[in-house]
């Protein structure tokens, strides 16, 4: 009868152990921040998006971001440059000292229209673009993108199950939705953070097979397999 209880109650343990923990949601849930088991700031998307992105090597890779956050200062410590505008004074004021040399951070307070004109002024394509900023703007955003996006590059939409007209423009365009649902740190509702590729995914793969394996799985690989 113990070990069947103790069987029997084993998944629960494993789930409040690898996701409360293994995965930090409750010490992103406590700190008002997204931030994963070593206090390390992550992005505010869901999970499985995160997972996703941490398996390819990105040191080469140019980022527009509309919308600053921890997702900033996390794609700063792995990408080759990232553009992010933010349009809260306060939210930039508080980000900026935590960003390196290789972000360049602008705050616009004006229109939307100032920060499509700050963005089509860009010098190049970025590998990246990141909409994640008032919901109200995302599809004149997902507009903007689509003319500044690398071949092979991807535009990552957050929040994509409350934006369906951004998510039916970028699929009218031929772009590959992906669509990654689940919990996101420290919120108690689960959400959907998209990415559309154009035709194909450009980023390599970490050598590093560790990079296959979820945080939260304890289990050693299958002998063979």
Known sequence: MINYLNNRYRPIFQVIHGFLFKYAWL???????????????VPWWTYPAIDFLNQFNLEDIRVFE?????????????????????????????????LGNNVNYSLIEQTITDSIKMFELQNSLFDIIIVDNYGGFRLDCCKAAVNKLSSGGTIILDNSDQCPLSCEYLRSLELVQIDFMGFVPGSGYAQTTSFFFDKFIKFPRHSDSNYLKSIAQPNFAWPQC
């Open 27 to 41: 010490r992103s849930w406590y700190s008002n921040r997204p931030m994963d088991k070593n206090k390390k700031p």
């Open 66 to 98: 509309w919308g600053s956050g921890n997702s900033t200062i996390w794609l700063s410590k792995r990408c080759k440059e990232v553009v992010s505008v933010e349009c809260l004074p306060e939210w930039y004021y508080f980000i900026k000292p935590k």
